[in-house]
């Protein structure tokens, strides 16, 4: 069954509406999540690094006041695009790293993802 | 800086046949992981493999079969007899022990299909 879970997995939303989306890690503590942005027929790309109790890390060109990210726990974290627009309508992926050192294990295990429609 | 190149973007095949999906990666770190996930249609990411730099054994799971040539730096994957339920977008990955938190730089993906 799947260890990280996304909601919603679809939106519609009017354009300036803000739109939450969250991802939980069901079966282990993930201290770092990721949120990944696809594009129809194209690859991920990385919009931001969630590390929890501390802000997260953007990648250049990511708007941070408008893709505001907080990871409050170890099993959750939160992508809000806020005062969405049309050109914001994509497929948005969350990720959870599951990570051990003493295991050797870091895997990062990915949610079902969230189309997200502006109109 | 850490790049990965799937050359193939779409690959037909007939049911049963086999096919290898390529994959090549550019790092300058001597730790790092490689990674394979599959895109069904439904869109989640299936995780299907890691391997770490250090472990060149090639692996075999039941129609899964994975070449890793750190000579090439190539992280081959190959379905044998191949089936319908194999159609999806295959994503090859990796990941830098060096950068924090370890991200994932993907590949461009593959759309494999296969018909009955």
């Known amino acids: 069954g799947a260890v990280v879970s996304q909601h919603p997995s679809r939106v519609i939303c009017k354009s300036g509406t803000s739109v939450k989306i969250e991802c939980r890690s069901l079966?282990?503590?993930?201290?770092?999540m990721f949120w990944y942005r696809q594009f129809p027929k194209q690859s991920l790309m990385l919009m931001a690094t969630?590390?929890?109790?501390?802000?997260?890390?953007?990648e250049q060109g990511v708007e941070k006041d408008k893709f505001l990210i907080n990871h409050a726990s170890l099993t959750l974290s939160t992508l809000t695009v806020t005062s969405a627009h049309p050109e914001d309508s994509s497929f948005y992926i969350c990720?959870?790293?599951?990570?051990?050192?003493?295991?050797?294990?870091?895997?990062?295990?990915f949610g079902a993802g969230t189309r997200l429609s502006v109109l | 800086a850490q790049k990965v190149t799937q050359a193939q973007t779409e690959i037909s095949v007939v049911e049963k046949e086999d096919v290898t999906l390529d994959c090549v990666y550019e790092?300058?770190?001597?730790?790092?992981?490689l990674f394979w996930y599959k895109q069904p249609p439904s869109g989640e990411l299936v995780f299907l493999i890691r391997?770490?730099?250090?472990?060149?054994q090639n692996e075999i799971s039941g129609r899964y079969s994975w070449n890793f040539q750190k000579s090439t730096s190539s992280f081959n994957f190959t379905i044998t007899a191949s089936q319908v339920v194999d159609s999806a977008v295959y994503f090859c990955?990796?990941?830098?022990?060096?950068?924090?938190?370890?991200?994932?730089?993907f590949g461009g993906g593959t759309r494999l299909m296969v018909k009955p």
């Open positions: 790092t300058r770190d001597t730790t790092y992981y």
């Open positions: 969630s590390n929890e109790g501390s802000k997260a890390t953007y």
């Open positions: 391997r770490n730099s250090f472990d060149e």
């Open positions: 990955a990796l990941s830098e022990a060096a950068n924090a938190g370890n991200m994932l730089t």
């Open positions: 079966d282990f503590q993930a201290t770092t």
């Open positions: 990720s959870a790293r599951d990570y051990s050192l003493k295991l050797a294990k870091n895997i990062q295990y």
